[in-house]
């Protein structure tokens, strides 16, 4: 048991001894190339582990005093993206629910006035 409790002392002090590496502060972040390519590539190729460095990223640079432009611009290129590419009402759940809207229509409507 003291063994176990040694090897665990160990691999707490080793953790804390090399987290500030891990962990290191952003030099300069409004110039890290992170931001380049997600202004050239967009935010969709990216892995979790980018977008969460992408985030952190842009986090430092807006304490920095970075233009929040820069980050604008990337919004709305992804926003302009999706909605390129969605396509509103044009699959199989559009015409149900244009199924479901005259269904409701000719009852409540039509049904109501074959009453009065």
Same mark, same amino acid.
């Given at each position: 048991m003291t063994y176990f409790r040694i090897t665990i002392v160990i691999f707490v002090l080793m953790s804390s001894l090399f987290a500030e *590496? #891990?962990?290191s502060k952003i030099q300069n972040p409004c110039d890290d190339p992170i931001i380049s390519k997600v202004r050239k590539n967009g #935010?969709?190729?990216m892995s979790l582990k980018e977008r969460i460095y992408f985030i952190r990223v842009k986090r430092a640079c807006l304490n920095a005093g970075g233009s929040e432009e820069v980050f604008a611009q990337i919004e709305l290129k992804e926003y302009n993206r999706d909605f390129g590419k969605a396509r509103e009402m044009s699959s199989w759940t559009?015409?149900?629910?244009y199924s479901v809207i005259v269904a409701l229509f000719y009852y409540f409507v039509?049904? *109501?006035m074959a009453d009065v």
């Open positions: *590496h #891990m962990f #935010m969709v190729p559009s015409t149900f629910s039509l049904g *109501h």
